[in-house]
Structure formats: structure tokens, C-alpha cells
T-cell receptor
């Protein structure tokens, strides 16, 4: 399975700190995406990184991809209480649907 | 655009009853996906459609589950008969194309089977 696995399962930090979440996957991929899910809501797309890219930024988000290690990381800088949510990585092989990991639950304490 | 619209948001039913979940994708999106989310198994893909045609239903757990997409603006996921282990949040998502990348999710239908 190419399912991504996020690490850690849960993370609790103070507001203003940086949060780093990791994702590992098993097979070669075309794209890797990160999604966010607030409690009781649907998933919302954050960022997509292609297999030929190594790093991507979007606002306070920084995503890295290491295809040799089959891993990705999501960094949220200067975290806020509103960043409290679950974060999922998802992978695809091109013309295949996304396969999601089980997510990291992030709690940002004000 | 209103986004992906799912109904009902919450459904409580008794074992053996038929359950129908509904989804309206974003207008112009050609691909539609049904996922199921549980604490134990995370997000699982059940089935997806491209241009209203089912492409892969290998994730549908049993014959009790069926999905249809009669037109580009409507899809249903039916469970008959329902069982307690079907309790989960069911998400519909749409995408401009099968390989465009980003999925747009609805808010989900939380199903509880007693």
C-alpha cells in the first residue's frame, strides 16, 4: 500500500512555537498533499508538492519532500490556537485516487 | 460556489434499516469520491467516479454498499441493510479531474447505526 503514515499521532505545543509533522509512505508517488481537518468538519487542502520538488512554502507552512527516504514533513511556524486540527498527508501515483494517512492531531495551547 | 454539499449531516438509524447518503459535487468537477472515516481505520476510499462512471469500487466493503451517480451533479451512497460496524463519517469529495490533485471535501455525513 502507498498509504502515508503521519508521525507523531498527537502533538501539543504552546502558541508561538513551531509544529513539525512527518509523513512516510511506501511506494513511489506522483504527488504528495497535506490536508487539514477541524473537529467535525471536512478536510481542507493545504499544499501539494510534486515528486520532483524538494520544498514548498505557503504562508506559515513549509513542506519538504525526500523521495529517497519516502518521507515528507509539514512545518507550521509561529503556531496559533486556530491551527488546532488534525493534519493528513495523502499520496497518489498519477491517475490514481488519493490515499490518506491516519493523521496527526495538533493542539496549540494559548 | 457553495462547495461540495452532503446530506444528511447526521443520521441515526437502527440495524437493518436502509441508509442513503447524498452528495452534490462542485459544478464542473468531473471526478467524485466517497471516503469513510473511522478512528480505527482512518480515511478509506470506498469508490470513485469519473464523468459519472464508476472507476474503482474495490474499497466498497460489502454488497450491502452501493453507489450511483446518475448525473454530474448528484451521487448517492446506499447501505442496505445497515449494521453497527457501518457507523462512521462518510465524506464525499470532488475534483476537477481524476489527476488534477486537490480534492474538495464536503462536511461529511455522520452515521450511527444502533
Amino acid at each position: 500500500s502507498q498509504q502515508g503514515e503521519e508521525d507523531p499521532q498527537a502533538l501539543s505545543i504552546q502558541e508561538g512555537e513551531n509544529a513539525t509533522m512527518n509523513c512516510s509512505y511506501k511506494t513511489s508517488i506522483n504527488n504528495l498533499q497535506w490536508y487539514r481537518q477541524n473537529s467535525g468538519r471536512g478536510l481542507v487542502h493545504l499544499i501539494l508538492i510534486r515528486s520532483n520538488e524538494r520544498e514548498k512554502h505557503s504562508g506559515r507552512l513549509r513542506v519538504t519532500l525526500d523521495t529517497s527516504k519516502k518521507s515528507s514533513s509539514l512545518l507550521i511556524t509561529a503556531s496559533r490556537a486556530a491551527d488546532t486540527a488534525s493534519y493528513f498527508c495523502a499520496t497518489d501515483k498519477g491517475n490514481t485516487p488519493l490515499v490518506f494517512g491516519k493523521g496527526t492531531r495538533l493542539s496549540v495551547i494559548a | 460556489d457553495a462547495g461540495v454539499i452532503q446530506s444528511p449531516r447526521h443520521e441515526v438509524t437502527e440495524m437493518g434499516q436502509e441508509v442513503t447518503l447524498r452528495c452534490k459535487p462542485i459544478s464542473g468537477h468531473n471526478s467524485l469520491f466517497w471516503y469513510r472515516q473511522t478512528m480505527m481505520r482512518g480515511l478509506e476510499l470506498l469508490i470513485y467516479f469519473n464523468n459519472n462512471v464508476p472507476i474503482d469500487d474495490s474499497g466498497m466493503p460489502e454488497d450491502r454498499f452501493s453507489a450511483k451517480m446518475p448525473n454530474a451533479s448528484f451521487s448517492t451512497l446506499k447501505i442496505q441493510p445497515s449494521e453497527p460496524r457501518d457507523s462512521a463519517v462518510y465524506f464525499c469529495a470532488s475534483s476537477p479531474s481524476r489527476s488534477s490533485g486537490e480534492l474538495f471535501f464536503g462536511e461529511g455525513s455522520r452515521l450511527t447505526v444502533l
